[in-house]
């Protein structure tokens, strides 16, 4: 199929003898995926569908309790510090973008009115800037009206660098302007062609200018707002207790008909993956569990009780290592892995390249994580479009060996490889969770047989996730050799996700640990690549540049792809949910249902 083709089907599409259903399987059975497609017809200004769960009830409320386990517990309630999914998680249910990202990578309206299009007006036609039109009548949950000042003002707060937000990178580089109390105007340095950044999707969640117009900047943190917020969101808060618990009720002036259906929603941190799917697979104590990071087949066995089910959703995520070449073990100027510093012995590619060999990524996809996962070397996996062709992965302990050698790296005394008085000795570290642990395991036993020694950390998933300053062993800080986690692709593009690779996100303790460069490694060909790729209009030169940041980082070994990751989760069987592997779990809550 070629360009002339695509564009008669999508004039098909727009003249309606053409489903969209049946534009986006034709451009899947050429290989571009569904999001692409979608962005495909947004652009030549086909409406975006309607959310993909069909909504049955007929009124709000009357449906009861939903509980949710969500066992790595939130810590914080503001979604522009929440550096964790669990977090982000958390604040979704009450504070609200202008629109998120569905399962098939639609755009759907949330405190907009519509999605923006050229069409419409919302587009301009050289891609530096974008009109978006407010919803009316909308509340925050203490009845003052939303407005387009709680916009702009939520631009001003996350673009603060003194804010330290972790949303930063989505807002510092653009202006927004108020036009009337319900439109607003994004305006960009230059044209930009993912333009659905800001104001979408997990880092698009709007604050009330009225309860945090005081706390912007450097009194970021001190905001009441930040545990007990006041949202626009289907349920309004009533008690959080950091670490362990949140409580809900519905909101009786939610902007969107006949929702929500339940009374209360009840969010349920702690324990760990195994107990939140058998609460809900085998007793039914909760209606949903989170990332059931489990071994697949336990995960069936759990199924074969009959009471709920697994849900499985493609997403752009992916479980991953991150090798330090800074030194997590000496401090300068207040903090260890600074970007200053140079690590030992990680620091040298020859050692790097060695680890990689010494990874069974098909051993561990086979046997741990089944359905959850497949093996990779890419860091960006979807949409297929984004992913590069050109790496791959081995596992082959008798090569890793033969480069340690050449590299001057020779077994000592006790069997482990040094040079120069420095061995080979790491601090490899990551959550509490099964199958990470036997992951973890399984390098060891590969590392050992080639002269690497490496001692395992785990650490309390609430903990290592948690965006707490003070805390030693959050994965932001890096304070190992080595850490594994898996980092989530919240868009249908992976601009953003890739900021992972520049050098102005490296996490710092100026920025409060949430810059989003964690491996604090830069490459000037990677920076200059993403910056080529925000401006560039054509798409398949601006894929081709993201694969390059994606390749520098991979190909140095610095960020070590094992799994491309899906969402894994677990309902009873008579709960409707609509999950999305481009948004937060909860992006779409509201309408949540049960069947009977």
């Known amino acids: 199929m070629n360009e002339n083709d695509i564009y008669k089907a999508i004039v098909d599409v727009k003249q309606g003898t053409l489903s969209r259903r049946s534009f986006v399987r034709t451009m899947a059975a050429v290989g571009i995926t569904a999001p692409v497609a979608v962005q495909m017809l947004l652009w030549n200004d086909v409406a975006m569908a309607d959310a993909t769960l069909q909504y049955k009830p007929t009124k709000a409320g009357g449906g009861g309790p939903l509980k949710i386990l969500l066992w790595q517990a ?3 309630l503001n979604p522009h ?4 999914t669990k977090d982000q998680i958390a604040s979704r249910i009450f504070f609200e973008p ?11 309206p949330c405190l907009a009115a519509e999605v923006p299009t050229k069409q419409n007006g919302g587009i301009a036609a050289d891609g530096t800037s974008v009109i978006w039109k407010l919803k009316q009548g909308v509340k925050w949950h203490d009845g003052k009206p939303f407005t387009a000042d709680d916009v702009v003002f939520t631009w001003s707060y996350a673009a603060d660098l003194a804010t330290a937000a972790y949303t930063t990178g989505s807002y510092k580089d653009i202006r927004v302007e108020k036009i009337d109390d319900h439109t607003v105007k994004v305006i960009f340095k230059a044209p930009t062609p993912f333009w659905a950044d800001p104001f979408v999707g997990s880092v698009g969640q709007i604050l009330p200018k009225h309860h945090f117009g005081d706390y912007a900047g450097a009194r970021s943190r001190e905001a009441p707002g930040n545990l007990k917020p006041v949202g626009t969101g289907p349920y309004k808060f009533i008690e959080f207790k950091p670490g362990d618990m949140i409580r809900a009720e519905r909101n009786p002036d939610y902007h969107v008909k006949n929702q929500p259906y339940f009374d209360t929603l009840e969010v349920k941190g702690g324990g760990d993956a195994v107990s939140a799917a058998r609460a809900v697979l085998q007793t039914g104590e909760y209606d949903y569990a989170w990332n059931l990071q489990v071994e697949d087949e336990v995960l069936k066995r759990m199924e074969a009780s009959g009471k709920g089910k697994v849900d499985v959703t493609l ?3 992916v479980e991953f290592i991150i090798l330090n070449t800074t030194d997590p073990w000496t401090e300068v100027d207040g903090e260890r892995s600074n970007a200053k510093t140079k690590h030992p012995t990680l620091s040298d590619p020859a050692v790097r390249r060695a680890f990689n060999l010494l990874i069974d990524r098909d051993g561990i996809q086979k046997f741990i994580y089944g359905r959850g996962g497949v093996a990779t070397a890419s860091f960006v996996n979807q949409p297929a479009q984004f992913k590069s062709s050109k790496l791959n992965y081995a596992f082959d302990i008798d090569k890793a060996v033969k480069i340690l050698d050449e ?23 990551t959550s509490i969770n099964a199958p990470r642990q036997k992951t973890q395991a399984i390098i060891k036993q590969a590392c050992q047989k080639a002269g690497i020694e490496i001692e395992i950390k785990a650490v309390v998933a609430s903990v290592f996730f948690s965006s707490d300053v003070g805390n030693l062993d959050t994965y932001s800080k890096l304070y190992a050799d080595m850490e594994m986690y898996n980092t989530t692709q919240p868009q249908p593009d992976p601009e953003r996700f890739l900021n992972q690779c520049v050098s102005w996100e490296i996490a710092t303790k100026d920025n409060k640990w949430l810059g989003r460069n964690i491996s604090r490694w830069s490459d000037p060909e990677a920076d200059k690549a993403y910056k080529a790729a925000q401006g560039e209009l054509d798409p398949v030169k601006r894929a081709a540049l993201l694969i390059k940041v994606n390749e ?7 960020l070590v792809p094992l799994l491309s990751r899906n969402i894994v989760g677990g309902s009873v069987n008579n709960l409707m949910v609509d999950i999305s592997g481009w948004d937060v779990t909860t992006w779409n809550v509201a309408s949540w249902y049960r069947s009977t």
Do not use: H, M
């Open 315 to 317: 997403s752009g995520n």
């Open 81 to 84: 510090f929440a550096i964790g």
């Open 552 to 558: 520098i980082f991979c190909e140095a070994n610095i």
């Open 74 to 76: 939130p810590t914080l």
């Open 98 to 108: 202008l629109a998120g990202w569905d399962a098939d990578g639609n755009l759907i």
């Open 407 to 429: 590299a001057g790296w020779k077994p000592g005394a006790d069997g482990i490889r040094e040079k120069d008085g420095k061995k080979l000795k790491y601090v490899f570290q």
